[in-house]
């Protein structure tokens, strides 16, 4: 056996035998660079122990399809054999897909993406399915493996089962994600009995497809729970001021590179990363994709703070030192807070798109449909995309969404998550505090 000790699962292991293809997907370059790129980007700014990497991640949710997939393949229920057949048929290609499924994130999170305009996901298919040791040892196993695994982050392979597993709202990936960001970061309001959760699973058809969701009885507490330990991460967590200050800054620090080579400055900036922005998505961008991490970008940002211009170098050492903009939480009039902004420019020498930094929820990079949409109450269960919702049967196997059958939930999902204002620096916040 392979085996691993994790914070969150413990034991995590691997038959060296019947469980090889996982063992060679681990020990490719591809999949090793993932120990390399914090999987909170810069929550570790608020949370100091929120230091966990992707790789820690992707063994936890490969560890919870196993366990999911033992769990529902003993179902008994009424027309669940197709769906166990369908499910023990394609385990090692749901298990793959699980160890895979973040393989393309890239340094800072999701800061990357909007440099690149190239979303995480279009680079893990690319890793899966290009020239990458991933794909060598995926095609071992079985040729054409490496575009059924794509299939399947993509959304678009025929097991549905599969897919839903993986992605939906009661998925393995947001299941270890939420146990793992809430113990890293200490925050036990993330927490929720996994145990009972796996015990209440259940099959269940919607529409005539498989649906995996809880048994009405023994899941409806869990099931709370689980949704309840997303709403407060997101608003306590994800949605932190202080991890979005940090996230705003290097945006506009990556902006602010930008200016200076398109104005001809020198300014230097990983050769990787040129090279990934002239030639984009293609087999050469990705060669270079894969050699950035977080350790690589934070090297240049050292080399920024010590850059001539007075901007990039301000914004560099604010995230190299944490002292990170303030938010600003008081209401003010626009007018009076563009004036304030004229005069701290005049003052710092920092222009106004520098010194205030619009933020709406709409513009992070964490998002839940399921917390953050409210449901139409005339829509009934076949009218949404069933992955969208979270099912419980009950013993004849009628579906119930459970916010119909919740208070709790209901409550939440009517309830939208509002986090709106300006970030500021020290200075500017100061004249606000004294006219408001």
Known sequence: MKVFRDPVHNIIQFDKQDERLIIDLLDTPEFQRLRHIRQLGF?????????????????????????????????????????????????MLALVAALLHDIGHGPFSHALERITKVRHERWTVKIITGDTMVKEVLESYRTGFSEEVAEVIRRTHSSKAVVKLLSSQLDTDRIDYLLRDSKLTGAGYGTFDLEWLINSLRLGSINGEMEVGLDLDKGKSIAEDFVMARYYMYVNVYFHKTTRS????????????????????????????????????????????????????????????????????????????????????????????MELAKNAEKSHGIPQKYLLLRDEISSSSYKDTYIMHK??????????????????????????????????????????????????????????LEVD
């Open 43 to 91: 929550s570790f700014l608020t949370y100091p122990g929120a230091e966990h990497s992707r790789f820690s991640h992707s063994l936890g949710v490969i560890h919870v399809m196993k366990r999911f997939i033992e769990k529902l393949s003993r179902s008994k229920e009424k027309d669940a054999k197709r769906f166990v057949e369908e499910i023990n048929d394609q385990r």
């Open 246 to 337: 940090a996230e705003l800054l290097v945006e506009k620090i990556f902006e602010r590179v930008s200016e200076l080579k398109t104005g001809g400055v020198p300014v230097e900036i990983p050769d990787d990363l040129q090279q990934l922005l002239e030639m984009g998505l293609s087999d050469e961008g990705l060669f270079h994709y894969l050699k950035l991490d977080d350790h690589i970008i934070w090297y240049f940002l050292s080399r920024w703070a010590k850059h001539d211009d007075p901007i990039l170098s301000d914004l560099s050492k604010r995230l190299l030192n944490r002292k990170l903009y303030k938010i600003i939480l008081r209401s003010m009039d626009w007018f009076t807070l």
């Open 375 to 432: 449901p139409h109450d005339f829509e009934g269960p076949q009218e949404q995309e069933a992955s969208e919702q979270i099912f419980l049967f009950d013993e004849e196997g009628k579906e119930y969404e459970l916010s119909q059958v919740s208070d709790v939930i209901k409550t939440i999902r009517n309830k939208q998550i509002i986090r709106e204002g300006y970030y500021v620096p020290e200075y500017l916040r100061d004249a606000i």
